[in-house]
Nanobody, 124 residues
Framework: QVQLVESGGGLVQAGGSLRLSCAASERAFSSYHMGWFRQAPGKEREFVAAITWSGGSTYYADFVKGRFTISKDNAKNTVYLRMNSLKPEDTAVYYC?????????????????WGQGTQVTVSS
């Protein structure tokens, strides 16, 4: 069972930056595709970004392109989400997830393991 623990969330003003981290409990992390999703109150969970197991390819939702960067450090069993130019509409609980099988996916159902989430609040 893979355990994922997110950190780095908090309160920031619009235009500010945060870096989220997600630490995995297992060495097999290096073979997992990783994703970040978010869920705002009253809304469905949505895809934010994903990265292949090697870190060689990254994927982003249109609404974060150019502002967010996903990266993966297999030596530290950690995936990051750097968030710049934050907007109030980025306010949500952010979750990291691990996909141990198949191709990297934009769909939440493809990810087998999930963290508990970290709150990001952007004030206007």
């Amino acid at each position: 069972q893979v355990q994922l623990v997110e950190s780095g969330g908090g309160l920031v003003q619009a235009g500010g930056s945060l870096r989220l981290s997600c630490a995995a409990s297992e060495r097999a992390f290096s073979s997992y595709h990783m994703g970040w999703f978010r869920q705002a109150p009253g809304k469905e969970r949505e895809f934010v970004a994903a990265i292949t197991w090697s870190g060689g390819s990254t994927y982003y939702a249109d609404f974060v392109k150019g502002r967010f960067t996903i990266s993966k450090d297999n030596a530290k069993n950690t995936v990051y989400l750097r968030m710049n130019s934050l907007k109030p509409e980025d306010t949500a609980v952010y979750y990291c997830a691990a996909d141990a099988w198949g191709d990297v996916s934009y769909e939440a159902y493809a990810y087998e393991y999930w963290g508990q989430g970290t709150q990001v609040t952007v004030s206007s």
